[in-house]
């Protein structure tokens, strides 16, 4: 169901310019198509935890924001409902990728999903996968 008023690809750049903490984490919009975004994070020190792995809080903010925007890109302006996230291994490589897509989106609200990756030697691994419930504003 696309709406008049989904987000463009230009409109989601200007808003991580725009948002202190997805540029402080160093977030980028690599692919955007309606209903599906990619994003991608290059880990570095600040980000881990004490065994070294990029910490559970940016994995989650990664799967948020990526499902929020999948949504925005179809239906326009949202928020997060709800979202829940499983960590599946450590995320620990040279740069982690999320991949986003609407699974369906009703009169009020998108239901997304969302799988992060970590790129190491070449390879990608899945790190976490999530679920999200996001509310047409």
């Not at 690809?9 to 310019?17: F, H, I, K, M, T």
């Not at 065994?51 to 994995?59: E, K, P, S």
């Not at 986003?100 to 190491?120: E, H, M, N, P, Y």
Request: glycine share 8%; proline share 4%.
């Amino acid at each position: 169901m696309d709406s008049p008023t989904a987000i463009t690809r230009e409109r989601l750049e200007e808003a991580l310019q725009h948002s202190p903490f997805a540029q402080m984490i160093g977030f980028e919009l690599t692919e955007f198509a309606p209903g599906q975004i990619t994003l991608e994070v290059l880990p570095r020190r600040e980000l881990t935890q004490h065994h070294g792995f990029v910490h559970g809080a940016v994995v989650g903010f990664m799967i948020d924001s990526a499902c929020a925007w999948a949504a925005a890109s179809v239906v326009g302006d949202v928020v997060t409902s709800e979202y829940k996230v499983n960590l599946l291994a450590p995320a620990i490589g040279e740069k982690l990728i999320c991949r986003s897509a609407v699974i369906k989106a009703g009169q009020r609200q998108v239901v997304t999903r969302a799988d992060v990756f970590a790129l190491r030697d070449g390879q990608e691994k899945i790190v976490a996968t999530g679920l999200a419930t996001i509310a047409r504003v």
